[in-house]
């Protein structure tokens, strides 16, 4: 069974409400797109390369080698990273804290595959609808919203891995002239006054933009674009960009904003393969 048949069965399952199934199905399709990414036998990146690297409940994954923890883990991060613009999320759940892709491979992945069901205090919410919209909170229990799901099809179908499959063209959003990313959004934090992950969001914003129309647009030219993709959901609201006048309480770009926007432009393109 290929992955693209996975995908197209968990929409299958949405399109009669059967979330939790879908879900399930999805993330065996990460697993195997994390597989083809980081093929069995590829070298372990983690420092420590111990049994954090085991799946929780199978214990498959040898030590030196990367395990299945840490493949499925890298493969989501650097997916939901570039598709969202964070270089991690990470919430607190009975005083210690987790990751995104942790929280997905240890109380989703894991249980759901194994177990065949969430554990007691991980809740996966459908009742706020199922846009690409991600959220997610900690604290005794772990709630992610149903949006997870239009998110991860695209993780899968978008990744350079799955192309032929999808009959897609892989599309990224990279530094020109081959310059190492973390050195370029350090640079662009610092001369707007910015953390680093403000500017990740704001290279995630720059793409969806095209750099294209922010070099051809005058600054309200750029602020109306930027406007209309808010109104139309491609734009997500958050909160970071507000407290730092990014944008205003109505999530209207501001001149800071327009600066460094056009900043990332001048140092980023569109690539395809």
């Not at 530094?175 to 910015?194: F, M, N, T, Y």
């Amino acid at each position: 069974m290929s992955i693209k048949a996975h995908i197209d069965d968990a929409k299958f399952l949405i399109s009669y409400s059967r979330y939790l199934s879908a879900l399930t199905i999805i993330l065996v399709a990460v697993a195997a797109s994390a597989e083809k990414t980081f093929p069995q036998g590829e070298p372990s990146q983690r420092a420590d390369q111990g049994q954090d690297n085991r799946c929780g409940t199978c214990g498959r994954g040898p030590s030196k080698a990367m395990g299945d923890n840490e493949r499925f883990s890298l493969f989501l991060k650097k997916r939901i990273g570039k598709l969202l613009g964070f270089n991690s999320l990470t919430v607190e759940h009975n005083g210690r804290a987790y990751s995104l892709e942790g929280i997905l491979y240890k109380f989703f992945r894991c249980k759901l595959v194994h177990e065949g069901a969430l554990p007691g205090n991980v809740v996966f919410d459908t009742t706020s609808g199922l846009g690409n919209y991600l959220s997610i909170s900690g604290g005794e229990t772990i709630v992610l919203s149903a949006g997870l799901l239009g998110v991860l099809i695209e993780v899968v179908e978008g990744a350079k891995c799955n192309t032929h499959e999808f009959g897609r063209v892989y599309r990224e959003f990279v530094p020109k002239w081959g310059e190492d990313e973390h050195k370029i959004v350090v640079s662009i934090a610092e001369r707007h006054g910015l953390s680093e992950e403000r500017i990740l969001r704001l290279v995630a914003i720059t793409s969806d933009i095209t750099c294209g129309v922010v070099e051809s647009s005058n600054d309200v030219e750029l602020c109306e674009v930027f406007n209309k993709l808010v109104e139309a959901g491609v734009i997500e609201r958050r909160s970071a960009l507000v407290t730092r006048g990014i944008v205003d309480d109505q999530y209207r770009l501001q001149p800071v904003g327009v600066a460094a926007i056009r900043d990332i432009a001048s140092h980023f393109e569109l690539v395809e393969s």
